[in-house]
């Protein structure tokens, strides 16, 4: 499957999680979950140290969700991107999708090798939905 074909999947459906979202608006992690927002997405904001964020509940972990999510945004460091991997492959969760520099080669490979579909070369979710301040 294409990259234009795997943007396609990721957004087929909901809802969707934003795994290092932050409550400071000039980090991408805050600047993709009002991206959802503005795109009027089902969204949920996963971030260990906030109670909310963009007046939505942040969750500690992705298994403290309310509900299962169709695909995550990672917007962590590559080494963190392993564990939130690992934790998607043990949820089920089918879709991830790699900011730029949350990309980590053993992350791409644990989450191709247990059958996610994963979009991590380079796309930016800002340019793809249109994002603006």
Same mark, same amino acid.
């Given at each position: 499957?294409?990259?234009?074909?795997?943007? /396609?999947?990721?957004?087929?459906?909901?809802?969707? *999680?934003?795994?290092? !979202?932050? &409550? #400071?608006?000039?980090?991408?992690?805050?600047?993709?979950?009002? @991206?959802?927002?503005?795109?009027?997405?089902?969204?949920?904001?996963?971030?260990?140290? !906030? !109670? &909310? +964020?963009? =007046?939505?509940? /942040?969750? /500690?972990?992705?298994?403290?969700?309310?509900?299962?999510?169709? =695909?995550?945004?990672? +917007?962590?460091?590559?080494?963190?991107?392993?564990?939130?991997? *690992?934790? !998607?492959?043990?949820?089920?969760?089918?879709?991830?999708?790699?900011?730029?520099? /949350?990309?980590?080669?053993? *992350? +791409?490979?644990?989450?191709?090798? *247990?059958?996610?579909?994963? +979009?991590? #070369?380079?796309? @930016?979710?800002?340019?793809?939905? =249109?994002?603006?301040?």
């Amino acid at each position: 499957m294409g990259s234009q074909e795997k943007i /396609a999947a990721f957004f087929s459906r909901g809802p969707h *999680a934003v795994v290092g !979202a932050s &409550q #400071d608006r000039d980090k991408y992690g805050n600047k993709v979950l009002r @991206c959802y927002m503005q795109h009027q997405r089902r969204v949920f904001p996963v971030n260990p140290h !906030a !109670a &909310q +964020i963009e =007046g939505l509940t /942040a969750y /500690a972990a992705l298994d403290a969700l309310p509900e299962p999510v169709h =695909g995550l945004s990672i +917007i962590t460091p590559s080494y963190i991107s392993e564990t939130i991997v *690992a934790q !998607a492959v043990a949820l089920g969760i089918g879709h991830v999708w790699m900011q730029p520099g /949350a990309e980590s080669p053993n *992350a +791409i490979q644990r989450a191709e090798t *247990a059958g996610l579909s994963v +979009i991590a #070369d380079g796309s @930016c979710i800002l340019v793809v939905m =249109g994002y603006s301040e």
